[in-house]
Structure formats: structure tokens, C-alpha cells
């Protein structure tokens, strides 16, 4: 066991790879989102991989390393800023333009509760990443093991309820001005200029 593990990616196991997402999306920020739930299903499958193949429990390959650093770095630096843009961005102005809509309001609410409980994880989850790639050992592995298990889980529902409910709601009832002020917050937290 105490061996790394050759090829853990297997004949079938891609490299992650994030390609990053252009910043002239910005101007169409719910299109940016869409983007950026397809990374992060690619994050949370091989996340939810490694979990399954027990790599976690033993020090990591080479190919095992990169991709734990591209996770690493994606909920280190990334998914903050994500669900920012939806609880600051998205979901008000979605709110806004739904008023009076029970149901849009009850979806909202437990995404942003799930956002929080995501938070509370991530600690948990980014430690224990820190500790494999400093080659040591994961310090409450059963901890780090399950709340992985729940944060994949939470993901992949959260996603499947934003991209088949809350961004098709937003495409039809967002008006330009929105879209404008959701983008020119999303480039402001990235600190980058809104594309002309």
C-alpha cells in the first residue's frame, strides 16, 4: 500500500484539463456559467473517480498528482468566485424579475443554502488535497472521503437543477440591462475590464 500507484488513469482515464473560459463571455454571463458547470462536472467526476478507486488512501502517482493540483487550484481559486456570481449576481436578479414566482424563489433558497454547506466542506476537502500533494498522509481520511462524497453529490444535483432550471428561467426573463450588471460584477470579482 505504501507504493504509488502506476498509470492510475488507466487506458480510458484522460488528463484533467480546464480549459479556460474566454472573457469576452462575460457580456453573455449566463452563457460564462454554463462554461464553467461544465468544468466544474468535469472536476467533480474525477473527483468522484479517485474516491471510488480508493487513490485517495495512498500516496499519488505522477499523472494522479496533476490532476489533483488542476482540482486543487479550480476549488481554491475558481468555484468561489462561481458561486458568487450566482448568489450576488444571478439569483437577485433572477429574483427580481420573478417576483411573486414561489417555486423560482424556493429553488433559489436551497441552492444558496447547498452554496453554504458547500463552503463549510471545502475546508475539509482542500486540506486533505494539500496533504496528498505534500505526499503525506490525509489526516481524518474518513472525514476528507466523505465530504468529498457529499460535495460530488451536491454538485451534480445543484448542476442538473441550474442548468436545466434556474439558466433556462434566467434566458427567458433577464433583460439586457441585467445580463450587463451580472457580467460587469463577474469581470469586477476577477478583476478584469468588462469586454466592449
Not at 3 to 24: A, F, Q, S, T, Y
Not at 117 to 137: R, S
Request: proline residues 5%; contains cysteine; aromatic residues 8%.
Amino acid at each position: 500500500m505504501g507504493e504509488k500507484l502506476k498509470n492510475c488513469h488507466g487506458d480510458d482515464w484522460e488528463p484533467l484539463v480546464l480549459e479556460p473560459i474566454p472573457e469576452n463571455l462575460l457580456r453573455e454571463p449566463i452563457e460564462y456559467i454554463f462554461a464553467d458547470h461544465y468544468r466544474l462536472r468535469q472536476v467533480i467526476a474525477t473527483m468522484d473517480r479517485y474516491l471510488t478507486a480508493g487513490i485517495f488512501a495512498m500516496p499519488l502517482a505522477d499523472d494522479t498528482t496533476a490532476d489533483v493540483r488542476v482540482i486543487q487550484a479550480y476549488l481554491c481559486d475558481e468555484l468561489g468566485l462561481h458561486i458568487t456570481d450566482e448568489d450576488e449576481g444571478l439569483f437577485p436578479a433572477l429574483l427580481q424579475q420573478c417576483r411573486g414566482d414561489r417555486d423560482t424563489k424556493n429553488i433559489l433558497t436551497t441552492l444558496q443554502q447547498e452554496h453554504e454547506e458547500d463552503f463549510a466542506l471545502l475546508p475539509i476537502i482542500t486540506n486533505g488535497f494539500a496533504a496528498l500533494l505534500a505526499d503525506k498522509v490525509v489526516s481524518q481520511r474518513e472525514l476528507f472521503e466523505t465530504s468529498v462524497a457529499r460535495f460530488v453529490n451536491t454538485q451534480r444535483r445543484h448542476i442538473i437543477w441550474e442548468n436545466n432550471i434556474v439558466l433556462p428561467l434566467a434566458r427567458r426573463y433577464l433583460e439586457a440591462k441585467d445580463m450587463e450588471s451580472i457580467g460587469r460584477g463577474m469581470a469586477a470579482r476577477r478583476s478584469i475590464d468588462y469586454p466592449g
